[in-house]
């Protein structure tokens, strides 16, 4: 069974840093490429990032590009989100979710982690 | 302002047929695949249609997808009460160089 577990959220002041963490199981995590998808609250789903599982090939929103920054550990079957100069309109929960092929080029996403509320606020 | 737009609501009642549609561009919709999720309150997204109109393993066939161009359509026939979700199109796009969603449509089941 794929399960893929988020943590690391929390409240951090405007300017602060946060990381965010998914432990992934239930498959081969090196073979398929990962995903970050936030929704603000009330508000629709906006994707964030993606990594490939091959060559590591990294995507961004330019909403977070140059403050965000996507990683993967397959010793470890771990993805990672480093979140710097946060601000009030990153505040949403943080999906981690797994792409049904290798490669990070794509919308299609078969499991979803439960999410990890990230709050911006002083 | 989403890149993929879709109407914020949408309603019908049991047994009817209802669509959502999903409108973007030659970047996205019309040069990648569009794929649909539905997400029930409180829960994470599931996958609902893939490559344009394809269903997982476990989706019943009341749901249909379709594109032309640079749009893309969500079909539920034989509404259930069950099937009131926020439904999302998403797509990757070559320009952008990312994957972009739909502002989602909440749909209400009458």
């Known amino acids: 069974e794929v399960q893929l577990l988020e943590s690391g959220g929390g409240l951090v002041q405007p300017g602060g840093s946060l990381r965010l963490s998914c432990a992934a199981s239930?498959?081969?995590?090196?073979?398929?490429?990962m995903t970050w998808v936030r929704q603000a609250p009330g508000k629709g789903l906006g994707w964030v990032s993606a990594?490939?599982?091959?060559?590591?090939?990294?995507y961004y929103a330019d909403s977070v590009k140059g403050r965000f920054t996507i990683s993967r550990d397959n010793s470890k079957n771990t993805l990672s989100l480093q979140m710097n100069s946060l601000k009030a309109e990153d505040t949403a929960v943080y999906y981690c979710?797994?792409?049904?092929?290798?490669?990070?080029?794509?919308?299609?996403?078969?499991?979803w982690g439960q999410g990890t509320l990230v709050t911006v606020s002083s | 302002q989403s890149v993929l737009t879709q109407p914020p609501s949408a309603s019908g009642t049991p047994g009817q047929r209802v669509t959502i549609s999903c409108s973007g561009s030659?970047?996205?919709?019309?040069?990648?695949?569009v794929n649909w999720y539905q997400q029930l309150l409180g829960t994470a997204p599931k996958l609902l249609i893939y490559?344009?109109?394809q269903r997982p393993s476990g989706v019943p066939d009341r749901f249909s997808g379709s594109k032309s161009g640079t749009s893309a359509s969500l079909a539920i026939s034989g509404l259930q009460s069950e099937d009131a979700a926020d439904y999302y199109c998403?797509?990757?796009?070559?320009?952008?160089?990312?994957?972009?969603f739909g502002g989602g449509t909440q749909l209400t089941v009458l």
């Open positions: 979710a797994k792409l049904t092929a290798a490669a990070g080029r794509s919308s299609r996403i078969d499991y």
């Open positions: 030659n970047s996205n919709i019309a040069a990648n695949n």
């Open positions: 990594i490939s599982g091959s060559d590591g090939s990294t």
């Open positions: 998403a797509a990757w796009d070559d320009s952008l160089n990312g994957a972009v």
């Open positions: 239930g498959f081969t995590f090196s073979n398929y490429a």
């Open positions: 490559g344009n109109n």
